[in-house]
Structure formats: structure tokens, C-alpha cells
């Protein structure tokens, strides 16, 4: 149980697990780029001790795999995850008192305590400009927060119990922020703190925000876990750090007392900057676009703090480990808040916003011959109408019929659905609907569409396990590939506009209608690249969900239109790149030619990677 980071970190250290770069390393890239190489790598944690202009250290890559996470969190992992269970499932105690018991001293740590007094003996006060400027990607729009835990209250029921801990990426320079008294805010407004600012809003007032950096690992985990309603993120840190959450106030502000940096401000009514570019984690640039500005009031340093950060991109990253303990954390939980729910996987290798797998349950035919789906049409709209999930644009869902299934394996899932799915039934499309602000294949910021593909019964084909003859030999579509039992990806002209798009595809629908249809086939990735999706699984599940807009990308062998409702022979996934589609994350080469030095002979990583 750590206190605050640097116990951490001494605990990995004499463990093996963290390393030490004593290089003086430039925030602008270099950072970032190293990171990235050890974390591809599956490596150890990284302690900065010499950041370029900024007298604090910086440490990254401590969650790097599922692994160290476990490592990290071991003495109270279990004890914090009965706790949320017997809060989703009170009645439980009831059946199991003895089981239970340890529970008390894991939620007696949950509450937070108030420390009498403002003063802070710890801390120092600083300058936002004094602190490691850390720039991700080349054409990120600044310096981010990447690891910020962002707190707000309620301003209707003020006090740390009706707070919101969430992490929402903070810009500290670049675009027009004026340095040192202003900074950027990325958060949508069905965000706790965007219901925070929407209250404070109608009010008239200024919301309070404190930026929380550091402090024990439990607290960046908080920010960031979906809890059952009505727990605070707060309570979470407390038990999963074996301490109490202990703050006080200062100005009006809470101040995390355990933090190693804290930045407080106001976001005003109504005042917005532009904020990003930012690289972000669907593996492109989020682009330029206003959010809430926030006006710095005073920004908090412990003397001897460290500065933690991440980098985002396309998965797998740091992130991914984070949503794998997250996961163990919080188990059942879509269960409890869905029932018929079994299993959904938000997809990480697809960005985990754009694409679900899921597993619900098929009650309502017990007496009917023909298996359809039917129940797992209604969890599919529970499912696209919660929290986070309601950002995804794809949705494949079934339901067990006999064997178990498990949609982290992903090609024996995917292939159950393909053998069973009706693709003049299973198909459902909404319209002109939400999707994730971070993803740019829609019509505009988060508007877009969605699709369900509910396939549940007898298998109706056996997937092709080579190329079809119908799909080879055409004169503007080339280089067909397997991807998976049932999909072919295959390299079409550039794309240019929607209109031009229909008049590509007709030469692949009147050429597969003369050579007869390909019921083995149900899946066709039209791409720029089919080499590449090709090759592997995570490939294919990034450039075909990422790239795609359900609405605007799906085509169909003879499709038509039945009571309004659209069928097809075989299915066609337009995942071209798009002249609106956000930049793909590109490393800087003389970057990563510059950072050899540390893992050269006598470079601090040398004999690591």
C-alpha cells in the first residue's frame, strides 16, 4: 500500500519493475517517443530524473501491462473489489455474512478525511510554466495533462460526497491559452463535470476546479473507473491505497493533500478556447475544436514532486492495461445494471469506443421452432443507451446457444455470428444519431450512426476459408485477402466523395451478381490497403470500425429495402481513409533517431531494448 508516488516507485525499482534515465530528455517529443519504444516493448516504468527546462522529474509507463497493475495494487485489489460488489449486490451479506467480514477495514479507509487548516507545509507554489511541458505528437496543439484527476462539486450539494473525480485531458500551452493563467478543458456534457458546469451555468457562477497530478496510483485509477451510482470516485482512492483520500481547502478550493501537484481555477459561463490537436487513443489526431477554458487561479507543487503522464495512441498502450484492471475491478458489473446482459467487450484494438461485442440472453421464444433474435434486440438498445457504451457506432451481439462463448476471443466469436447472422434480418441501423467526439468517420463532431448486428439460431453457412473466386479479377478492385473465416479485404480506387463512392461500388455488385452471389462471404472490408488489414487480426479491427461511418460506409449485394427495413446478400464495409477522417498518428523520425542515444552503450536503457 502506497502513501504517495515516490513509495511507488521505490517499490517497483527495488523489484525490477522501473528504471531510472538520467539523460536530460526534451518534454517536446523525446519523452513520448521513449516511452512508446519501452511500453511497445512491454517494459519496465520510467523514471525522468532530468526533465529539459523543469526541475521536476516525470514517471511513466507504471501501468504498463496487466501484470505490474496487479503488482501495484496487491495488498487491497480484493478487498476494494468486494466492496464494489456488495454495493452492487447488497443483499449478499445477507447470504454470505462470513465472507464479508474483511470488507469492514477495506471501507473504513473509503471515507475522506478533512485536515483541520489551509496551510500547506508540503507544497510550493509554482508556475504552470515551471512544470514538465509534456508534448505527445508532432502535431498535438501543445503541452497535456495525460494522467490529470479533475475535480469538481456539485454546485447544488457542494462537500467532497456529491464530487465528481473524473480524467479529462488538460492543455497547458499552445493555440491561445495565455500561459500561466489559462488552460483547456476536453470533456463532453454528459460528463458528471459537464452536469457540474451545466448547474453551475444556470446559475450564473463560476464552477471550481481542481486539477489533481500524482499522488498514490490509487487516485489515477479512481478518476477513471465506472462505479455504481451514488459511490464516490474518492472512496475508491481511499481503499485501494489503504488510506483515506485526505484534502482540505484553500480558497475556496479542495486540494488533494496527497497529490504532488494541484492546479485550481474557474470555468466561467459560457467562455471556450480552441483546444488540440491532440493524438489521441483511437491512433488519430482529436482536431481543433472549442471547449470550456479554464482561468488559473494558483498551481500547487510538492518540492520534491513527480509528474506522471501517459501517451495515447493506437492500441495497445499504457490504457490498455488500465482497462484490463478496471475490468477485474469492477466484474459484473453491466450485469447487475443490465439483467440478460452477460458479457460486453469494449474491442481495444478498435479504438474501444467504435466497436462492442456482446453476449445477452434469448428468453422470449422458449416454445418457437425457429430460433431468432429477439431479446437481445432489446439489450441492444439498453446497451446503446449506457454511459459510455452509448459512444459506440458497431455492436455485434448473440446469445449463447449450448457451448459458452467469449467475446475476447474474437475470431471464434465473430465467426459464430457470421455462420448464424440473416443479413435480411440481423441488420439495424440507427440514424443521424451520437457517436464519440473523438472519432471523426461521422457527418460532424458526434453525430453519426450506428449499427446492430443481432444474429442468434442454427447455423446457415460455413464461412469461406480462402479468397472466392467471385471476388478475384476485377479491373478497379485488386488484391484480395483473407481476413478471417468469412471476410475478404480488398484494395479499392481512391475515394473521393460519396456519390463517386456508389459509382465505384457498382462495378463490384454487378460483377459478383453475374458470377453469383457468395453466401460463404458475408463480410467485404473495401480498403486501401488490404495487405495490411490482412495481416492481422488487430489490423482489421482497427482500420475497418475506425474508418467508418455505418450509416454512410455500408453498401450491400442486392440490397434493397423491405418495410423500411435494409437487407442484402453480402455486406460491404467501405474503411477507405476519407478526406474528413482525423490524421493518423505518425512518429517523428529524427526524433526516434535522436533518442538512440539512451539505448546506446552507456545510455540508461542500454541492454533493456
Known sequence: MYHNLEECILDLEKSGQLVRIFEEVDPYLEMAAIHLRVNSANGPALLFENVKGSKFRAVSNLFGNLERSRFIFRNTLQATKNVIDLRKDPMSILKNPFKHFGTGLAASRALPIKKAGSKLADFEEVQISDLPLIHHWPDDGGAFITLPQVYTEDPEKPGVMHSNLGMYRVQLTGNDYAINKEVGLHYQIHRSIGVHQYKANKAGLPLKVSIFIGGPPSHTLAAIMPLPEGMSELTVAGMLSGRNFRYTYVDGYCISLDADFVITGEIYPGETKPEGPFGDHIGYYSQLHDFPLMRVHKVFAKRNGIWPFTVVGRPPQEDTAFGEL???????????EIPGVKEVHAVDAAGVHPLLFAIGSERYTPYQKAKLPAEILTLANRILGTGQLSLAKYLFITAEDGAPLDTHKEIEFLTY????????RDIHFQTNTTIDTLDYSGTGLNTGSKVVFAAYGDKKR???????????????????????????AIEGPEFLDYQGAQLQLEELFTVIKERGTISSCPMIILCDDSSFIGSSLQNFLWAAFTRSNPSHDIYGVNSNYENKHWACDNMIIDARTKPHHAPQLIPDKAVEKNIERLFSKGGSLYNIY
Do not use: W, Y
Open 462 to 488: 460455413s464461412l469461406c476459408q480462402e479468397v472466392p473466386e467471385q471476388l478475384k479479377n476485377f479491373s478497379n478492385f485488386r488484391n484480395p485477402c483473407l481476413v478471417m473465416p468469412g471476410i475478404v
Open 326 to 336: 478496471i475490468h477485474e475491478l469492477t466484474g459484473k458489473a453491466i450485469s447487475q
Open 417 to 424: 455470428i457470421l455462420e448464424r447472422m440473416d443479413l435480411h
